[in-house]
């Protein structure tokens, strides 16, 4: 009998995870080297964030599995393409996760140009390089999978976060547009949305206002990173490839509500 878990399972793929140095980008990084994937985790290159993402690939190695850190700040001119240079030096890249992002909550009428720019730089600029560099050589090879990570802003955007709903909203356009570019060359392009995730960014928000928050997901309760890594892996094996520009909320319900 055919083993049902063969079709999850990534031997002989190589991931990119952007942003996987922790919570959500650590999960996922794990989670599909795991599965067999070789792993490259990209982090912003503070010594912090360098430290992080070495902690994911020792143990990644740890578990008899293959990753390697690469450090770029994407607020920098040319970021995508200097990561995906730098990353297919050291395999082809048939997943691409992109799970690297900031958001500068501010009131609309204060968001000055530097905190616009850092946001587009950072949440579409590279990722419109990565999209570039790396997707046309997917198609070539005739697989790849494309996950964005993008947010419940997308659709009911919180008014302190104009400009990071609106670079979710447009990611999540990206993607369908490129599912219906690529769909016929064996590469599925889909976004996975989180809801309420507790991670470091929000858990300040989260100790004033998770209790009310978790009273109206009918889950009861605000997600974890490891809630997400499920569909993150069906989304990046063949266990999901007739998956193609779909936009997949992993909220407990909320949207449903």
């Given at each position: ?237 063949d266990a999901g490839r007739y ?15």
């Open positions: 009998m055919k083993d049902p878990f063969d079709a999850f399972r990534l031997a002989g793929r190589t991931a990119l995870v952007t942003g996987g140095r922790r919570e959500i980008g650590r999960a996922i990084a794990l989670t599909l080297a795991g599965a067999g994937a070789r792993v490259a985790v990209h982090h912003a290159g503070t010594p912090e964030e360098a430290t992080d993402a070495n902690a994911v690939v020792a143990e990644i190695l740890a578990g008899g599995g293959q990753a390697k850190a690469f450090g770029q700040d994407f607020a920098q001119d040319d970021a995508g393409l200097q990561l995906a240079l730098a990353v297919t030096g050291w395999a082809d890249i048939d997943i691409l996760v992109l799970n690297a992002s900031i958001e500068l909550p501010e009131d609309y009428r204060t968001i000055t140009r530097e905190h616009f720019d850092r946001q587009i730089a950072v949440n579409l600029r590279t990722t419109l390089e990565l999209f570039q560099a790396l997707v046309p050589p997917m198609a070539e090879r005739g697989w790849g999978r494309v996950v964005t990570i993008g947010s419940v802003q997308q659709e009911r955007p919180h008014p302190q976060m104009l400009v990071y709903a609106g670079t979710k909203a447009a990611q999540l356009n990206w993607a369908l547009n490129l599912a219906r570019e690529f769909g016929g060359h064996g590469v599925t392009v889909n976004n996975l949305a989180p809801g309420a995730i507790l991670t470091a960014r929000n858990r300040a928000q989260m100790a004033v206002e998770g209790e009310a928050l978790a009273a109206r997901i009918p889950a009861g309760r605000v997600g974890t990173p490891d809630d997400l890594v499920g569909a993150a892996l069906l989304l990046c094996s998956i193609n520009g779909t936009n997949l909320f992993v909220d407990g319900g909320r949207m449903a509500v």
